[in-house]
């Protein structure tokens, strides 16, 4: 690989606008949603960690979604933060493909950690007698060692797709992160193949995960139909709530941007949708679970009282 790319040591990240009058604007922007994002995944982390009655297979599963939000932020963020305050935003081709890696596996492993609470709903819904059996503690912990064994076989699959690619003189890459389309568009012998890569990896990354939400709330959206009573199905429906609007949110702007081809959607364009899954979205999760969740909610303030009274 280092002979592949021997006239490349380093790179120089455009970052995410070309227009210097935003650049401060934009720091403390995306300042204030990094600390919310660390705050806020951090504090669920802790609040999950603190409270046994969120020992539960959805606080778990919530608390790996934080880990992951956590880390693949920071893995992004101050790199992004940086650009705004630096002339020329040079990172070494060691520290892009490292910081390539780890994005892709944090993401990866955050879709496959969505469709595990996907299942996790299935099972409260459907089946609450057996939940406890069914979601026992050997079965979230196998269901995570698969959400983070693709979350490294996706990483991995890209990081060979790059490893085949012969970088030139340009080194500018377009972009505020190493992302693969970016990397590739400075490629020297890059070609569809390259790109068709990229998306059989990603729509296999989103869109296994995405088969396996829908035919969970398949099942869920039945099973809600056959209660009789308003509360009950309000009941049943509030506890998936918060997880749909999240899979909707994390989907949406990931596909936007990794299953279009560059014709379609210029790089440009893609960093407003890289933005919005890797700034945005990890700042809303702990959110939308905190202010959605009774369960975390009443922890949340016991926590408070707890300290207050302290």
């Given amino acids: 690989m280092a002979d592949k790319n021997f ?18 604007p934009l720091f403390f922007l995306f300042l204030g949603f990094y600390v919310v994002t660390v705050v806020g995944n951090l504090g669920l982390i802790t609040l999950t960690g603190l409270n046994s009655h969120l020992h539960v297979p959805m606080c ?14 920071t893995t992004l963020t101050p790199k992004m933060l940086m650009g705004f305050v630096s002339k020329k935003n040079i990172i070494s081709y060691a520290g892009c493909m490292t910081q390539f890696f780890f994005f892709c596996f944090f993401v990866f492993s955050e879709s496959y950690i969505l469709s595990a609470m996907a299942y996790d709903r299935y099972v409260t819904v459907c089946n609450p007698l057996v939940s406890t059996v069914t979601m026992s503690p050997q079965v979230c912990l196998l ?11 996706g990483a ?15 080194n500018l890459v377009n972009h505020y992160m190493c992302d693969i389309l970016p990397l590739l568009e400075l490629s020297c012998n890059g070609s569809y193949i390259d790109l068709l890569v990229v998306f059989i990896v990603v729509t296999i990354g989103i869109g296994e995960p995405i088969i396996a939400i829908f035919i ?77 969740n009774k369960d975390v909610k009443v922890a949340l303030k016991k926590t408070l009282s707890r300290k207050i009274f302290s």
Avoid: W
């Fill in 7 to 24: 006239s490349v040591t380093e790179f120089i990240l455009a970052g995410s606008t070309s227009q210097p009058g935003l650049r401060i």
């Fill in 60 to 73: 778990f599963f919530l608390f790996n979604l934080s880990f992951v939000d956590f880390c693949y932020s």
């Fill in 143 to 153: 269901l995570l060692s698969g959400v983070y064994g693709m979350g490294v076989l």
């Fill in 156 to 170: 991995v699959a890209h990081m060979v797709n790059v490893m085949f690619v012969t970088f030139c003189a340009d």
């Fill in 216 to 292: 969970s709330y398949g099942f869920i959206l039945s099973s809600i139909l056959h209660i009789s009573s308003s509360e009950g199905r309000s009941k049943a429906f509030s506890t998936c709530s918060s997880h749909i609007i999240v899979v909707s949110l994390f989907f949406e702007s990931g596909a936007f941007m990794h299953l279009k081809p560059p014709s379609i959607l210029p790089l440009d364009q893609g960093k407003v949708s890289s933005i919005f899954y890797t700034a945005v979205v990890p700042m809303l999760n702990p959110l939308i679970y905190s202010l959605r």
